[in-house]
């Protein structure tokens, strides 16, 4: 994994401070929209420059219109602000929570990283293209963790149900921010996802720490 680049300012984080070098996840190209206002994406949605100076200098992301970028920290709770004044000793602290996998890290954090989303405020429509960074993994390798979990629709969550890929999970309650109208939206356990929400995020709140995958069915019994 080339640590001279990233998509997001987390990865930035996750480099400088945690000196990950994993290459457990795939290079995938994609696209999606921005609406005027809060959206909630992909945490890839951004391009190497403008997302290398969400951290730091504002003007590059100022000029595409974006006037806030917020994760949540799914251990603390609470959002951590990536643009403008980005909370560094916040993303340190989430990112040695998070753990290195290829040190005794948990893959599955790792995982629940590279598949989560960021809340981006837009000005204006406008469509991003992107290439992500080693991820995001399969399903079968993120964790969530007690209370609401960020995800994003992935190419292998298209076509599936909630129900489908919640492997051990007691799902509580799943909406999607529908960027068009700004307000939530239920997610049906039994409705596939479509291709219209690939790359965009949505929120999960499960009962217990568990892990996604999808579910198999089962072998019939022997006479």
Request: aromatic share 12%.
């Amino acid at each position: 994994m080339k640590t001279k680049t990233t998509i997001v300012c987390l990865l930035t984080a996750l480099l400088l401070f945690s000196n990950l070098t994993l290459a457990v996840g795939e290079n995938i190209p994609g696209s999606t929209k921005l609406s005027k206002g809060w959206n909630l994406v992909t945490i890839y949605v951004f391009d190497d420059d403008a997302i290398f100076e969400t951290c730091g200098s504002s003007p590059p992301l100022r000029d595409v219109g974006i006037n806030a970028v917020f994760f949540y920290d799914k251990y603390e709770k609470e959002y951590i602000r990536l643009y403008p004044n980005c909370e560094l000793g916040k993303l340190e602290k989430f990112f040695d929570r998070m753990g290195d996998p290829e040190n005794g890290g948990d893959l599955g954090e790792y995982g629940s990283f590279t598949n989560s989303a960021l809340w981006v405020h837009s000005n204006k429509e406008r469509d991003f293209s992107f290439t992500t960074l080693d991820g995001p993994l399969p399903i079968e390798m993120i964790n969530l963790q007690n209370k609401w979990n960020f995800l994003t629709v992935t190419s292998d969550i298209v076509g599936k149900s909630l129900d489908e890929i919640s492997g051990n999970c007691d799902v509580k309650k799943a909406t999607y921010w529908d960027s068009k109208t700004q307000n939530w939206k239920g997610i049906n356990n039994n409705k596939k996802f479509d291709n219209e929400l690939l790359w965009k995020g949505f929120v999960v709140k499960v009962a217990d720490d568990c892990k996604l995958g999808t579910k198999v069915t089962a072998i019939p019994e022997l006479p």
